[in-house]
Every structure is written in C-alpha cells, then in structure tokens.
C-alpha cells in the first residue's frame, strides 16, 4: 500500500472482528477512558458517549489519529469491497457471521485488495437506501421515536454557522436517497474538512436543545447519532456538487449475528456429568420434552452440566428451556451456536438431515476441558438416571453407543442395495453399527486423533447415507463400547415401518433389543412417527407425560401436532399389503420399488 489507510470500526461489546493493516476495531469504552483524560471538548464527548453513539470513535480518530484515508464503520455494518453482491430492498448485503469466509468473500482480510479501491477515489459513501417515502426529510419525520424539531433545529444551526451548505442541506432532505450508518472513506483533507463541520454543528445543537429535561426516551437521546448520518449526506450532496472529487459508492455488508464464540469451562468446579445436545430453533419445544426428563430423573447428590448446541434458538426459548432447571443448583443450562464454526463446509443436508446432526463431530475440539462427555439428541426421552451411564467404563475406546437395530434388520435381507453400500466400506460386523442418538464420547482420546476439520472435511466427502452416524461408525471401528439397548430404545410402534424392517435383525440381537423393552432407560423417537405427530401411537405417552411440566406444552395447543387420529398406521397396513401383492419379495419390481422409497424417504432409519 502506498498510503496510510485506516477504517475504524466502532464496538460496544466484545464481537467477531476482522483486524489488519487496514481494519482497526475499536471499543468505545476505551475511547471513553482516553477521553475523560483530555481537553474539555474531549471531556464534552465522552460524558455524551451514547448520544453520539458511533461518532465518538470519528472525534477521536479527527483529534488523535494520523492517516492518510479515514474510513468508519461499526461492529455490525463493514463495507464489502466485492465488485458484485445480492443485496436486499435497501442495497444492503447480508452475511450471518463475520468469520473467515465472510471476511475473505468480501476483501476484508486484503489489506491490498482494500486499498486498491480505496485509494483510486477521494470519498466513498454507502450505496444510499431509496425510501418510498417522498424525501429524506419525511422518512425522520415520521420516525417514531425522534422529534422532527431536532431536525428543523439542526437546519436552522446550518444556516447561523455555515450557510454556504444550507442549499445543499435542503437539497439532501428534500431528496429520497439516504446514506446510513456514518459510514464512508475520505482523504485526510476532506475528513479534516467534513468532522469541523459535523462537531460544530452538532455542538450547537447541544447548547440550543437539552434532551434530558425533554424526557426524551432512550433512542430519542441517540439524536446527536441519527443527526450526523444526515449531515454526513449533507456533506456528500456538496461533495457532489462541486464536480472535482473522485467518489465512490460501496454496498453495506450488515453482520446479522455479532455474538461472540464463547470458551466454554466447566459449569461446575467438581465432578458433573456433562452432556451436550443438539438442536434449533424448531426443535427447541421438543426439546424441553428431553430436559425436563432429564432433570426429573436426575440424582440430587450429581451435578449435570449441560450444554445445548444450537442454531437459532432465540433469547425467548433459551430463557424457557433454562427455566425447567430453575430451582435446581445441581443443573445448568447453558447454550453454544457453533454455526460460525461450519460456514466454510457444505455438508449434505435434507428435510431430515439438518446441520444440527454434525455439531456432535466438533465437541471434542472446540471444548478442550471436557475429556468425557454424553452426547443426547433431542427428540428422546430419559426415564432414569444419566449419571450411572455416564458412569460406564468405556476403556480406551473412542466412543460408546448402542446397537442400531434398525439397520441391523435392515442389511440382514431387507435391503440389499444397503448392505452392499455398508459392505464397500469392508466394516468387520455391519449388523453391529451403532446409533449416534445416544453416545459416550472419550473426548481426549477422540482429540488426539481426529481433528474437527479431519471430521468435518470426512463427513463433506464421504457421500455417506447417514452422514455422522456412517462416519463414526467407519472412524471408531474396533474402538467402539456397545451399551445396553435399554440406554438407546426405539420409541416407534412395533406395527410401523421401522418396526417392521427391525424383525429382520439377526436373532441375538433382536431378543437383546426386546428384553430392553421391560427395563427402558431412554426412549428415542429416531424415525419419522414422532410422537407430536402421533400422539395415539405406542410409546408417546412419554413425551407427553413430560412435555406437559414444560413452559412449551400450551404451544401446542397453536399448532397442528395433537389430535390426530391412528389412521396413518392404518393407512400404512393396507399400502404395505398393496406393495406386497403389487411387488412380490425377490422381483425386480420390488427392488426398484425399494430404491424409490429410499430415495423419497431419505433419512428414516435415523
């Protein structure tokens, strides 16, 4: 770079940054600190700090920094230097996170690349937003929480202390274009030029109006803020005016997530249980069904640490799902979003294979002070203790886990086309693959061995069937504990799909898998007939007899999950009998018949 380049993005809170030769993220309450230590202008901003909001790290750049282009911009909106862009209405990109992937897809992580387009103009603006409402003015107008007097105020300043920009001022407020954000890159000359300007305008504005004996409400006292990105357009209108500057529009790149990756330590200073889980937004209320069972058979002499890795649950449901531990100091609930983590794989997903699924292959990586965890999906329910499995002693093998007895019965003559596909894979026992619903993770020993990114990159080319599952079962082999069935019970009816292809397991380990059936100790709703589905169907009982002592159970209620009658079941009898007589067993027909099913139903052994 030839020029000294500095684009300052404002923070009030700890946030995913990007931080380079250029880019320079600043915490406002260090600037606040610096501040209170200088002139008495200094002194004037600094006890105003939320009411300039974003410009107070302009002040202080104008005052103290030395560059030779100024760029602004804030935690949450960056610009993209990325020629072409899908933006919305207002000409604004979207990125969920600001990681590696949105910083390299729109130049922020080149230094270079940004200065190449930076130092070829003079001022650089926002893509402006075009209102359907008639002009710049109106939109403030009619603003709810502002006072259009402030604005009618800050004309009448313009006009007193500089009223060669009047013209422009009103030229800019009658127009429909609006540059949000006080965001922009300008020459040092021009910067200099522009924040005397601003300051002494808004400066005015503080001796002629007092907000606080106003009663203006929280956002009103952000005037000074939402003023200065009026000025700012004030300024760029003259700017374009005088025909003699090198300008230059740039889309705004809006982070929509801007919550830090936490670090994660025990919740508890002696031994927990700790057990992970996965889940989102949707899944959230069957979720609770799970936790209350857990924290209803949990011991009161043991301590559970659990932490739910989630992707778009919201602030509502995670202080819902917290509260079926209140009362209890012997459990916590804390929540991960580790979605930043999978921006740079593109995994296979389905209507029935969510991104949720691969967030178990993380845990031991990205939570370092966990040696041995329990991993639970979500759609099951405990009826005993977790504590005494995670008490099993698992020895030197990687994971632990129960038998899959649907795919046992599934490779042992219901389907050939899947056995064949276990069989290419040249496993040792393919009838003895276990179910990834319910694991004990040996999380140092996974650590030494496997990466995430080793997972992560084997899951995205292994073109498996059933993703994660396939995977460890491939990974650990010969390194794998098998528990009890009772820990890992299928909740579907003996009489459905799933019951039926189970009757094809070999015989010790469908008798091992029914003797379960007296003594369970987590039922899990692994296919498709989920019991919010079909609440008359066998094995439902349980999630509702939980769900009913969660803060969800009215919700459902709303929604068309209970009351449906057992048809399905029925309906599902007289299809299989139309299949038989149709596609005899042994024929061609049905052999086709089965690949379309599977490919329709992709996903249900899970």
Not at 76 to 84: A, D, E, G, W, Y
Not at 250 to 258: D, F
Not at 260 to 265: D, G, H, Q
Not at 544 to 566: A, H, M
Request: overall charge neutral; hydrophobic content about 35%.
């Amino acid at each position: 770079m030839n020029k000294q380049i500095r684009f300052y993005v404002s923070c009030h809170k700890p946030c995913p940054t990007v931080e380079n030769e250029v880019i320079r993220p600043v915490q406002q309450r260090q600037i606040v600190e610096f501040l209170r230590n200088g002139t008495e202008e200094d002194k004037f901003m600094a006890s105003h700090a939320n009411e300039y909001c974003e410009l107070l790290t302009q002040y202080w750049a104008w005052k103290y920094e030395k560059a030779d282009y100024y760029g602004f911009g804030h935690y949450r909106r960056l610009f993209s230097f990325r020629s072409k862009n899908e933006t919305d209405e207002f000409n604004v990109v979207h990125a969920r996170y600001l990681n590696e992937k949105t910083a390299h897809e729109h130049l922020l992580d080149s230094p270079e690349g940004m200065a190449a387009v930076i130092e070829k103009f003079d001022v650089i603006a926002p893509v402006p937003y075009s209102y359907d409402v008639p002009s710049v003015y109106r939109q403030y107008k009619n603003a709810e929480r502002l006072h259009i007097e402030d604005l009618d105020l800050t004309l009448d300043v313009i006009k007193e202390i500089s009223p060669e920009m009047y013209p422009y001022a009103k030229k800019y407020l009658n127009g429909r274009l609006f540059y949000i954000g006080n965001m922009f890159f300008m020459k040092r000359e021009l910067f200099c030029e522009y924040s005397n300007w601003l300051f002494s305008v808004l400066r005015q504005f503080y001796q002629k109006r007092d907000m606080k004996s106003l009663n203006y409400s929280t956002e009103a006292m952000r005037t000074p803020g939402h003023l200065g990105e009026r000025l700012f357009g004030i300024f760029f209108t003259k700017i374009l005016a005088d025909k003699k500057y090198r300008t230059k529009n740039l889309n705004i790149l809006m982070i929509e997530n801007t919550e830090p990756m936490r670090i994660f330590t025990p919740a508890f200073s002696d031994a927990a249980v700790p057990v992970f889980m996965a889940t989102n937004g949707y899944y959230a209320k069957f979720t609770a069904a799970a936790l209350y069972s857990l924290a209803a058979h949990a011991s009161p002499d043991r301590k559970y640490d659990i932490v739910i890795l989630h992707n778009g649950i919201s602030a509502d449901d995670q202080a819902r799902l917290r509260y079926i531990a209140e009362g209890k100091a012997n459990i916590s609930i804390r929540f991960f979003d580790p979605q930043p983590l999978f921006e740079n794989y593109s995994l296979y997903e389905s209507a029935t294979i969510t991104r949720e699924t691969y967030y178990r292959l993380i845990i031991p990586d990205y939570f370092p002070c966990y040696d041995k965890i329990l991993y639970l999906d979500s759609d099951l329910i405990i009826l005993h203790d977790i504590a005494q499995l995670y008490d099993t002693d698992i020895g030197d093998n990687y994971i632990a886990g129960a038998v899959d007895i649907c795919h046992a019965g599934a490779v042992n003559g219901f389907d050939n086309d899947l056995r064949k596909y276990y069989e290419s894979f040249r496993l040792k026992n393919i009838y003895k693959l276990i179910n990834a619903g319910v694991l004990i993770m040996n999380c140092s020993l996974l650590r030494r061995d496997f990466t995430a990114t080793y997972l992560l990159e084997f899951a995205k080319q292994g073109n498996f069937r059933f993703q994660d599952q396939d995977l460890l079962n491939i990974l650990c082999e010969d390194r794998i504990f098998y528990l009890d069935s009772r820990w890992n019970f299928f909740g579907d009816p003996d009489q459905s799909y799933r019951g039926y292809i189970r009757s094809f397991a070999p015989q010790p380990l469908f008798s091992e898998y029914m003797n379960a059936k007296n003594d369970i100790h987590i039922i899990h709703y692994a296919g498709n007939e989920k019991p919010w589905v079909y609440p008359h169907f066998e094995n439902a009982f349980y999630f509702w007899e939980n769900i009913r002592n969660t803060p969800y159970y009215t919700d459902f209620f709303n929604l068309n999950y209970v009351g449906r009658p057992s048809a399905p079941m029925h309906k599902e009898k007289i299809l299989r009998r139309i299949a038989f007589r149709l596609c005899p067993k042994g024929t061609r027909r049905r052999i086709l018949a089965k690949k379309l099913y599977h490919f329709l139903k992709n996903g249900l052994h899970r």
